[in-house]
């Protein structure tokens, strides 16, 4: 089948990847020259993933079948509509069913409307002075989170980026005076517990589960430092995690159902990946929010580890027709490590050459993923963003640990960045420690 990728970071890389070995033949449309899609494509065109004329014109010339959209920005746009409108069938997201990742205050409402458990206490408010008088009255830290868009990095949370009220009441001025996000607020109640991803096949109706998966958001080891997009990631063979019980693991599942359903409800089925970001509370998992799509880099954990045809799924998640029978992953632990430019969460060092043995990594059972490089005149450059993840995968959680350092020693280059405490057991003791003391 030929296939359409939009998008050319690691998530893309890992989705082209298993495409590709399930047989499809990869078309692929990217902002940046990434090599490792460029090398699995029949052919590739360098375009703004929001073009959508752009993008839809190369799909049609190709004679394209499917489209599986990356990243959340072509979504916003409404690409899988105008790609639909062509006959092409899509994994995402139509532009209304994307708002549960594009609009903060339409997911917590929609959950409030349809009774979705995990829902968390929350305002909306579309007026600076409204929000600032709700943050002044209010005793319990809250979380400030713009309503649209921000590319991960516009929640504050009140006791750890906000100090005081007034950091909160000073951060709401500059949301509306800037219009981050597209200007309105959602404050909601700050959750305690420990975080994890759950990533879901979705045809419109039924949702089928991946592995769970736990990011590191902040740029710096030990968890400190600014929020980034994600610095790496691990999963557990069991596709649970250490601090996540198969119970709660069901229950996260549930309410991905019943946010599935009420998006059908409402009349706009979600096709497509379906990601939930959980808090693990003492009274189980609550929603920190959804997105429209892979997690990246959660995407190189579950696939590479899917042991079904990737190219099958995506066709029966476009065709409406996905069944239980279709999706298998390997009973394998990940961890993935991104390579970063030195100085990422603040002021990266782009334009820097990078080099990764992509053979002694094969040959090891490794994976690496290009993520936001360019390649020009066959060397390969650091751009601002992430660079290459690297993925260790073994019988453990501290086995594919130890293979993903293993493997990220062929990978050099001049001012690069990697978090190592991802996946070590003294983080992980750090996660269910911290676990226990909630749940006692
Ligand atoms: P988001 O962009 O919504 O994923 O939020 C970024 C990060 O902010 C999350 O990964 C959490 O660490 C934190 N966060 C978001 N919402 C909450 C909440 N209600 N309570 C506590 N932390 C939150
Ligand atoms: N890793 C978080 C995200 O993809 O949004």
Same mark, same amino acid.
């Given at each position: 089948?030929?296939?359409? #990728?939009?998008?050319?970071?690691?998530?893309?890389?890992?989705?082209?990847?298993?495409? /590709?070995?399930?047989?499809? *033949? &990869?078309?692929?449309?990217?902002?940046?020259?990434?090599?490792?899609?460029?090398?699995?494509?029949?052919?590739?065109?360098?375009?703004?993933?929001?073009?959508?004329?752009?993008?839809?014109?190369?799909?049609? !010339?190709?004679? #394209?079948?499917?489209?599986?959209?990356?990243?959340?920005?072509?979504?916003?746009?409404?690409?899988?509509? %105008?790609?639909?409108?062509?006959?092409?069938?899509?994994?995402?997201?139509?532009?209304?069913?994307?708002?549960?990742?594009?609009?903060?205050?339409?997911?917590?409402?929609? $959950?409030?409307?349809?009774?979705?458990?995990?829902? &968390?206490?929350?305002?909306?408010?579309?007026?600076?002075?409204?929000?600032?008088?709700?943050?002044?009255?209010?005793?319990?830290?809250?979380?400030?989170?713009?309503?649209?868009?921000?590319?991960?990095?516009?929640?504050?949370?009140?006791?750890?980026?906000?100090?005081?009220?007034?950091?909160?009441?000073?951060?709401?001025?500059?949301?509306?005076?800037?219009? &981050?996000?597209?200007?309105?607020?959602?404050?909601?109640?700050?959750?305690?517990?420990?975080?994890?991803?759950?990533?879901?096949?979705?045809?419109?109706?039924?949702?089928?589960?991946?592995?769970?998966?736990?990011?590191?958001?902040? +740029?710096?080891?030990?968890?400190?430092?600014?929020?980034?997009?994600? $610095?790496?990631?691990?999963?557990?063979?069991?596709?649970?995690?250490?601090?996540?019980?198969?119970?709660?693991?069901?229950? +996260?599942?549930?309410?991905?159902?019943?946010?599935?359903?009420?998006?059908?409800?409402?009349?706009?089925?979600?096709?497509?990946?379906?990601?939930?970001?959980?808090?693990?509370?003492?009274?189980?998992?609550?929603?920190?929010?959804?997105?429209?799509?892979?997690? !990246?880099?959660?995407? $190189?954990?579950?696939?590479?580890?899917?042991?079904?045809?990737?190219?099958?799924?995506?066709?029966?998640?476009?065709?409406?027709?996905?069944?239980?029978?279709?999706?298998?992953? %390997?009973?394998?632990? *990940?961890?993935?490590?991104?390579?970063?430019?030195?100085?990422?969460?603040?002021?990266?060092?782009?334009?820097?050459?990078?080099?990764?043995?992509?053979?002694?990594?094969?040959?090891?059972?490794?994976?690496?993923?290009?993520? $936001? #490089?360019?390649?020009?005149?066959?060397?390969?450059?650091?751009?601002?963003?992430?660079?290459?993840?690297?993925?260790?995968?073994?019988? /453990?959680?501290?086995?594919?640990?130890?293979?993903?350092?293993? +493997?990220?020693?062929?990978?050099?280059?001049?001012?690069?960045?990697?978090?190592?405490?991802?996946?070590?057991?003294?983080?992980?003791?750090?996660?269910?420690?911290?676990?226990?003391?909630?749940?006692?």
């Amino acid at each position: 089948m030929k296939v359409l #990728v939009v998008g050319g970071g690691g998530r893309e890389h890992a989705i082209a990847a298993a495409l /590709s070995a399930s047989g499809s *033949t &990869i078309y692929s449309a990217m902002r940046n020259h990434n090599p490792g899609i460029a090398g699995l494509s029949q052919e590739f065109k360098l375009v703004k993933e929001t073009d959508v004329d752009k993008v839809v014109e190369f799909a049609a !010339d190709h004679a #394209v079948e499917l489209a599986v959209i990356g990243p959340e920005s072509p979504l916003e746009v409404g690409l899988v509509d %105008a790609l639909e409108a062509k006959g092409i069938s899509c994994v995402g997201p139509s532009r209304a069913a994307a708002r549960l990742e594009v609009s903060k205050s339409f997911t917590r409402g929609l $959950m409030r409307k349809h009774d979705v458990p995990g829902n &968390i206490e929350f305002e909306a408010f579309d007026d600076l002075e409204a929000a600032k008088a709700y943050v002044r009255d209010h005793d319990e830290d809250l979380v400030v989170k713009p309503v649209g868009l921000t590319g991960g990095k516009g929640v504050k949370v009140m006791g750890e980026h906000l100090l005081t009220k007034e950091d909160a009441v000073r951060y709401l001025e500059d949301i509306f005076a800037h219009n &981050i996000g597209g200007g309105g607020v959602v404050l909601e109640e700050r959750l305690v517990g420990e975080e994890f991803t759950l990533q879901a096949f979705c045809d419109g109706h039924r949702v089928i589960p991946m592995p769970l998966v736990q990011d590191h958001k902040r +740029a710096y080891e030990g968890d400190v430092g600014p929020n980034t997009g994600g $610095m790496g990631s691990y999963s557990q063979e069991d596709h649970l995690l250490p601090f996540v019980t198969p119970s709660e693991k069901e229950a +996260a599942l549930e309410i991905m159902r019943a946010t599935v359903a009420a998006m059908e409800r409402e009349g706009c089925p979600y096709r497509g990946i379906l990601y939930g970001q959980f808090m693990n509370t003492r009274s189980g998992p609550r929603v920190i929010e959804f997105n429209a799509r892979f997690g !990246d880099p959660e995407a $190189m954990n579950v696939l590479s580890i899917v042991s079904s045809s990737f190219t099958d799924i995506c066709a029966a998640i476009a065709a409406g027709s996905l069944s239980d029978k279709d999706v298998s992953f %390997a009973r394998k632990a *990940t961890v993935c490590k991104y390579v970063v430019p030195q100085g990422y969460g603040t002021s990266p060092a782009a334009g820097k050459e990078v080099h990764v043995d992509e053979v002694n990594i094969a040959a090891m059972g490794a994976r690496a993923y290009y993520a $936001m #490089v360019s390649e020009e005149n066959g060397r390969v450059l650091t751009t601002t963003s992430r660079a290459v993840g690297v993925v260790g995968i073994d019988d /453990s959680i501290e086995a594919a640990e130890k293979a993903c350092e293993k +493997a990220l020693s062929y990978v050099k280059g001049e001012a690069i960045f990697v978090r190592h405490d991802i996946g070590r057991p003294e983080v992980i003791r750090r996660r269910v420690e911290h676990m226990e003391t909630i749940r006692s």
